[in-house]
């Protein structure tokens, strides 16, 4: 079983998948952290590199792990955006959307999303009008994920959900 967490930024798509592998004994991976194990910290070398070259990084890492079986993946932010990635997750596994409304992740994004290259040096207004600008686009993708998990309690919570969609038997601890 392959299981791909999909979200907007600061959505908890990690903090999920790492919580959802130690109730269930499952492979974790964080698609950003093995692409940052190829080619180092993301923000400097999108920076560098742009946008455009970071997907097709993504999209190769993606290839990998379409390849491997029982598997979390917690996917980047923009993954399911780029190319047909979002139809190949569908067709390669389970996808569940975390949903966190805007003003949550506005406050999210405030604390912990400094370092997000496609939010960098933004505060206040620019900082909300630019996650508004992305869930406006970003939205309809991520919905078309069959399974819908809020994610506004704890991780635990929703690694639970995820957990319970997939059918799958929890070590409780």
């Given at each position: 079983m392959r299981i791909f967490i999909i979200g907007f930024m600061c959505s908890g798509k990690s903090v999920v998948g790492r919580e959802l592998a130690k109730l269930t004994?499952?492979?974790?991976?964080?698609?950003?952290?093995?692409i940052e194990a190829r080619i180092g910290p993301i923000l400097p070398w999108m920076r560098i590199n742009g946008e455009a070259a970071f997907r097709a990084k993504e999209a190769e890492v993606l290839d990998e792990l379409f390849?491997?079986?029982?598997?979390?993946?917690?996917?980047?932010?923009?993954?399911?955006?780029?190319?047909?990635?979002?139809d190949r997750m569908l067709a390669a596994g389970h996808v569940a959307y975390?949903?966190?409304?805007?003003?949550?992740?506005?406050?999210?994004?405030?604390?912990?999303?400094?370092?997000?290259?496609?939010?960098?040096?933004?505060?206040?207004?620019?900082?909300?009008?630019?996650?508004?600008?992305?869930?406006?686009?970003?939205?309809?993708?991520?919905r078309r994920a069959p399974w819908h998990v809020p994610a506004t309690g704890t991780p635990r919570e929703a690694a639970m959900h995820i957990a319970g969609l997939a059918g799958m038997k929890v070590q409780d601890k």
């Open positions: 004994g499952m492979r974790f991976t964080d698609i950003d952290r093995a390849q491997e079986e029982d598997l979390l993946v917690a996917c980047g932010g923009g993954t399911p955006m780029a190319a047909d990635n979002m975390l949903e966190v409304d805007r003003p949550l992740l506005l406050e999210r994004a405030k604390r912990v999303g400094g370092d997000r290259p496609l939010l960098f040096g933004l505060k206040d207004e620019a900082l909300a009008a630019r996650i508004s600008e992305l869930m406006d686009v970003r939205e309809p993708v991520y």
